[in-house]
């Protein structure tokens, strides 16, 4: 599950004054009105995979919770072109049309991950000059240093929003590769370039033992960065019996930001 944090941690709610009146302008005392919400302005969303195609309960359970939503693996490397050259968006293309049909945003994930293990095997045989073709070639078909990734982006296309996801850094603190100070040096780096502009904080959240104090002083600092922040992904480790899961549950932790 994944959705969007108010930086400012303050409820999303005030007072609204209806005025009814006829045609003419005359006021119109003691109508009663009903107001039905139809869509809604702060978006939560969950992970769905290739299952949810031809799966009409699912679906239906699916529409009637979520507003938003991102693929699990149908749109990363190896899953678009695991043979060089020949690509297959055949089931994303399915996924997106669901999703377009009920009206659902989508959070592409992702166009290029680190880890080897999510590549396709011929990409890592390349090296040089020929891995940098391959990637060009994958921003193109999605529409250079990290700087080059953004820039090509939004070239291809200048609507497109635009995160910087990482992990953790809300989580915990002892991973040195992903501190939030990291973070935000990463992130102004990129501003000084010209043909940049970050549109978003996304931060992944992988849950042991929810340190809210920690994720407090973390979303305060990254909050100095003036970009809205997503949680773009929210479990507690399967390490833990589901008593526990529950009882560390990341969403009650969460609510407290909101208030």
């Not at 935000?184 to 940049?196: C, F, H, K, N, S």
């Amino acid at each position: 599950m994944w959705f969007p944090l108010n930086t400012h941690f303050q409820a999303r709610k005030r007072a609204v004054t209806i005025h009814v009146s006829k045609e003419n302008g005359e006021s119109v005392e003691g109508a009663e009105v009903t107001v039905e919400q139809i869509s809604k302005d702060f978006p939560i969303g969950s992970a769905i995979s290739k299952t949810i195609l031809g799966n009409i309960p699912y679906q239906e359970w699916f529409v009637k919770r979520f507003d938003a939503t991102v693929f699990e693996n149908e749109l990363k490397w190896y899953a678009t072109e695991p043979d060089q050259g020949k690509l297959n968006y055949t089931l994303a293309d399915k996924m997106m049309n669901f999703v377009r049909a009920n009206r659902i945003i989508a959070r592409g994930h992702n166009i290029f991950w680190e880890d080897p293990k999510y590549n396709p095997d011929w990409v890592r045989n390349l090296t040089g000059e020929d891995l940098r073709s391959a990637v060009n070639r994958r921003i193109k078909n999605w529409g250079r240093t990290s700087y080059g990734f953004f820039a090509a982006a939004r070239e291809i296309d200048s609507l497109a929003t635009l995160f910087f996801n990482d992990f953790n850094v809300v989580e915990t603190c002892s991973d040195e590769k992903s501190t939030v100070d990291e973070y935000i040096a990463r992130v102004r780096e990129l501003q000084r370039y010209d043909g940049i502009r970050m549109d978003g904080i996304g931060l992944e959240g992988h849950f042991t033992t929810p340190n809210v104090a920690l994720m407090r002083a973390i979303l305060d600092k990254l909050a100095t960065l003036q970009l809205p922040i997503w949680l773009t992904e929210i479990d507690i480790s399967s390490s833990l019996d589901h008593r526990s899961q529950v009882h560390k549950s990341l969403f009650s932790g969460l609510v407290q930001f909101a208030i």
